[in-house]
């Protein structure tokens, strides 16, 4: 059974901190991870894909990926209230079904004023 | 670019009736769409995979005859939930795949059905 691991939170961080969400994967050959910003009651928002070991930087979003620790994390810089939201990881799974995406139950994020 | 529409963006319908709801990508062509389905306060549930022309991959435990998939082009699927029950009440998602030259793809997703059966 693969999976994707996430704390369900809820993490809490002041205003202007730095958010920390990460998640694990069981399949070892994935090589496409995906996080996702859900706003209660919408549908999730791609926020960034990563594909190779490292640091991807997008705006105060960067994603890291370590695939010898089947690992991967979303750092949020400079939180705003915003961003509160339930942060979803996903993995490709192509050994699956055509390419369909394993979710993590989400981490939910709340950014204080 | 990437942009998934869904229509109805919310349903109320009798139990015993039937419900189609419809996933397209405006400014793409996706050969694979998925649908999603997720009750309050829990994640994502992969419901099945629709290819462009060919019958649908339902996952473990989805009736087929009761959630009936059609992807009759490119740019448009329709999930028809069939004989519907309060049970079905859910948020409903499709998402579209984006394939691209590094075969690396991601998915980008509707904004989302909420279904309520009385």
């Known amino acids: 059974q693969k999976e994707v691991e996430q704390n369900s939170g809820p993490l809490s961080v002041p205003e202007g901190a730095i958010a920390s969400l990460n998640c694990t994967y069981s399949?070892?050959?994935?090589?496409?991870f995906f996080w996702y910003r859900q706003y209660s009651g919408k549908s999730p928002e791609l926020i960034m894909s990563i594909y190779s070991n490292g640091d991807k930087e997008d705006g105060r979003f960067t994603a890291q990926l370590n695939k010898a620790s089947q690992y991967v994390s979303l750092l949020i810089r400079d939180s705003q209230p915003s961003d509160s939201a339930t942060y979803l990881c996903a993995v490709a799974d192509y050994g699956g079904s055509q390419g369909n995406l394993i979710f993590g139950k989400g981490t939910k994020l709340s950014v204080k004023p | 670019g990437a942009v998934v529409s869904q229509h109805p963006s919310r349903v109320i319908c009798k139990s015993g009736t039937s419900v189609k709801i419809e996933c397209r990508s405006l400014?793409?062509?996706?050969?694979?769409m998925f649908w999603y389905r997720q009750f309050p306060k829990q994640s994502l549930m992969l419901m099945a995979t629709?290819?462009?022309?060919?019958?649908?991959?339902?996952e473990q435990g989805v009736e087929k005859d009761k959630f009936l998939i059609n992807h009759a082009s490119l740019t448009l699927s329709t999930l028809t939930v069939t004989s519907a029950h309060p049970e079905d009440s859910s948020f409903y998602i499709c998402?579209?795949?984006?394939?691209?030259?590094?075969?690396?793809?991601?998915?980008?997703f509707g904004p989302g059905t909420r279904l309520t059966v009385l």
């Open positions: 400014d793409f062509q996706a050969t694979t």
């Open positions: 629709s290819n462009e022309g060919s019958k649908a991959t339902y």
């Open positions: 399949d070892r050959v994935s090589q496409s």
């Open positions: 998402s579209a795949r984006v394939l691209r030259q590094t075969s690396t793809d991601t998915q980008y």
